[in-house]
């Protein structure tokens, strides 16, 4: 099962998406619900980037993307928090569909709530 949260840390000003699992939903390289969570999880890394890039964030993303294991931290300037906000938010819609879609294979809590699809 692949486990996606969202979080807020209201102290540091900071917003977290953590990946963790397998959706062990097909044979390794070809599992796409995987594949699905992924490419998620890398285009929101790569936002973040972008967004560092622009001076958008106080410092850089804190980014891991390993296999079965993944995060992103990102802490914006106070100008710019909705629009980093709205970036994780669409990558949050991206994982309800997918958990909507999958839910054997998917659970997502958003921002502290369990999701039910």
Same mark, same amino acid.
């Given at each position: %099962? ?14 977290? %998406? ?19 969570? @992924?490419?998620?999880? $890398? ?8 967004? $560092? ?7 850089? +993303?804190?980014? @891991? ?10 802490? +914006?300037?106070?100008?710019? $928090? ?12 991206? $994982? ?17 709530? +369990?999701?039910?699809?």
């Amino acid at each position: %099962m692949i486990n996606v949260s969202f979080t807020q840390d209201r102290e540091s000003q900071s917003i977290i %998406m953590k990946v963790s699992g397998h959706a062990n939903s097909g044979e390794k390289g070809k599992d796409i619900i995987c594949s699905a969570a @992924s490419i998620l999880c $890398y285009t929101l890394a790569q936002s973040m980037e972008f967004m $560092y890039e622009e001076g958008e964030l106080h410092k850089r +993303p804190h980014i @891991s993307l390993k296999e079965g294991d993944a995060f992103v931290i990102a802490k +914006p300037k106070t100008a710019n $928090y909705n629009k980093c906000l709205h970036a994780f938010f669409i990558i949050q819609v991206g $994982y309800f569909l997918l958990a909507r879609s999958h839910p054997d294979f998917v659970e997502l809590i958003t921002f502290g709530e +369990p999701e039910t699809a």
